[in-house]
């Protein structure tokens, strides 16, 4: 079927299966079970979080395990205006780069239970967990991030980590 410009529009799907190696595996195992694990290089000291197995700036295998918290600062986000197929959560939303205490590297996740007009740089946050039975080897255990009501990172304490 075409739309009125000619073009034609059919579902598309593609089913691939991908291999997580060590270190993913190990910290997609862990956060089944509600803690988050990263891995700190030997060389540079920072802790990524997930790790992959090696340092991209130091070149080096990271093999020390690193438990951090499921709590940290939205260093970076962008509000969600517009809605697509498939999207879980209805616009206007929140998607952050978290920084967790305790890692060098943001992860990226939703933010709610704050209207999107008060999500900041620097705004404390902490992970909702999906409850047990709902756990998976993803980083999809975590429901979303919700602000933690404590007083907002000051700048210099993330700036060198955005
Ligand atoms: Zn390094």
């Known amino acids: 079927m075409t739309d009125a410009y000619g073009v034609v529009s059919r579902p598309v799907r593609l089913d691939y299966t991908f291999t997580a190696g060590k270190a993913l595996s190990r910290f997609l195992t862990i956060i089944e079970g509600g803690k988050i694990i990263g891995q700190r290089c030997p060389k540079c000291a920072k802790v990524y979080v997930p790790a992959r197995g090696s340092c ?14 499921d709590r940290g600062i939205v260093t970076t986000f962008c509000i969600v205006n517009i809605p697509f197929p498939g999207m879980a959560v209805k616009p206007p939303f929140a998607a952050a780069s978290v920084l967790l205490d305790g890692a060098d590297i943001a992860i990226f996740h939703l933010l709610q239970e704050v209207p999107v007009e008060n999500v900041r740089m620097g705004l404390r946050v902490e992970a909702v967990w999906k409850p047990a039975s709902e756990m998976e080897m993803s980083m999809e255990s975590i429901a979303y991030f919700k602000p933690t009501g404590e007083p907002d990172a000051p700048y210099d304490s993330y700036k060198d980590l955005l």
């Not at 991209?56 to 918290?69: D, F, I, L, R, Y």
């Open 56 to 69: 991209p700036t130091c070149g080096v295998a990271t093999a020390e395990a690193v438990e951090v918290k």
